[in-house]
């Protein structure tokens, strides 16, 4: 009796997060243009626990680093948004220019893919390391100091004391992106948003860094967005992976979920066309591209933004977007997850479509 165990539909559902340390709610985000405004982002829901990773994964151009960029007010001139971002107990527009900035590089830090774009060639490690800590901790130089050296050592690199009088081309590329997440950790955050961190390394050094956040964020109790094209690489990290496509989340759930019994056709897509494809029992399988080319939240059609390029689009998919809703887990169809949600027409009950709607 399914109708009977969904909950009352809800124009769009979020999953049971405990303790919520980010919640966005209905975020939009909308880039000017000589033919007037377009949306980069449209009426994305999301939350990141206390000390929880999640993952954010998609293809190229569906928002992932628009999502980051929005929680630091780091927007392209122009930019207008819509929805609301609550960090810790405070509403994010609300703050005013000294609040955003210490909020940036304070309590929530960035990681990019490019660690020279964060590291200044010029400057020893050890005083980018200090400068930030003295700014935003209010550190004596010695305290600074000692605390440099010991963050050093927790993101490994090897005789921390040493490094600090070194510059940053002295490191291997490995070694420069361990270098980036200390300064990201200098000011204490309580999130890092890290925007393909991995994707400039080779597998290994990969391996390494991923390795590194898991152990970073048990031990700082760090709440951590990874964002990633690449699902798989959430496999062993993220706690919860975000899907997104043309600016919308079209599926959330624990990642082991996720990548074991995908709901949306778009996430299993993304799964066939993973280079070097292996599914999670370890069974190699044939790569397969999506066909077509991804749309954006601007160009994408009426309905659901994926039904052009989806094997499985019927005329439903084609009208209301539909809403992100619990599926129902496979094992007991009477019991809808509550921490995995889907916006696909299959899910959709009657009536629940999406707040744009
Ligand atoms: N500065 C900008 N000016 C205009 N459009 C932009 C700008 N930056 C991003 N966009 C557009 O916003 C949309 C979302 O971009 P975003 O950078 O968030 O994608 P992404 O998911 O991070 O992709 P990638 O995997 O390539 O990094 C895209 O359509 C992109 O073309
Ligand atoms: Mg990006």
């Not at 399914?2 to 709610?25: E, H, K, M, R, Y």
């Not at 009426?43 to 999640?54: A, F, N, P």
């Not at 927007?75 to 509403?91: H, K, M, V, W, Y």
């Not at 897509?269 to 044939?286: C, F, H, M, N, Q």
């Amino acid at each position: 009796m399914i109708g009977s165990t969904f909950a009352t539909p809800t124009p769009t559902d979020t999953p049971v997060v405990q303790s919520p340390l980010l919640t966005l709610d209905g975020l939009g985000v909308s880039l000017p243009s000589v033919d007037g405004p377009f949306d980069v982002l449209a009426d994305v829901d999301l939350t990141v626990g206390r000390g929880e990773i999640i993952g954010i994964a998609g293809e190229s151009g569906s928002g992932k680093s628009m999502t980051g960029r929005a929680l630091l007010n780091l927007l392209p001139d122009g930019a207008s948004t819509r929805g609301t971002i609550e960090f810790d107990g405070t509403t994010l527009s609300s703050l005013d220019r000294k609040g955003w900035q210490k909020l940036r590089g304070g309590e929530i830090a960035m990681v990019f893919q490019d660690p020279t774009a964060a590291l200044h060639p010029m400057l020893t490690v050890g005083s980018q390391l200090t400068e930030h800590m003295r700014v935003h901790l209010g550190l004596s130089k010695s305290a600074a100091k000692a605390r440099a050296v010991e963050l050093l050592d927790q993101v490994r690199i090897p005789d921390p004391k040493n490094a600090l009088k070194n510059y940053p081309h002295q490191f291997s590329g490995g070694m420069r992106q361990r270098i980036a997440i200390a300064i990201a950790l200098a000011a204490e955050p309580k999130l890092v948003i890290a925007d393909e961190p991995t994707t400039a390394l080779d597998v290994t050094v990969q391996a390494g860094i991923l390795q590194l956040f898991h152990r970073l964020s048990s031990e700082m109790d760090l709440s951590v967005m990874f964002i990633t094209h690449d699902l798989g690489v959430l496999a062993a990290l993220a706690e919860r992976t975000y899907v997104f496509y043309a600016g919308r989340v079209l599926e959330t759930a624990p990642t082991e979920e996720l990548l074991r019994n995908p709901r949306h056709p778009y996430t299993s897509a993304l799964l066939k066309a993973r280079p070097e494809t292996s599914d999670v029992d370890g069974v190699r399988s044939e790569l397969t591209p999506i066909k077509g080319q991804p749309v954006t939240a601007s160009t994408a059609p009426e309905g659901c933004p994926f039904a052009p390029r989806c094997d499985d689009a019927q005329d439903a998919c084609t009208g209301l977007v539909p809403a992100l809703v619990r599926v129902p887990i496979i094992e007991d169809l009477d019991m809808p997850s509550t921490r995995h949600l889907a916006a696909c027409v299959v899910h959709s009950p009657a009536g629940a479509v999406s707040k744009e709607s």
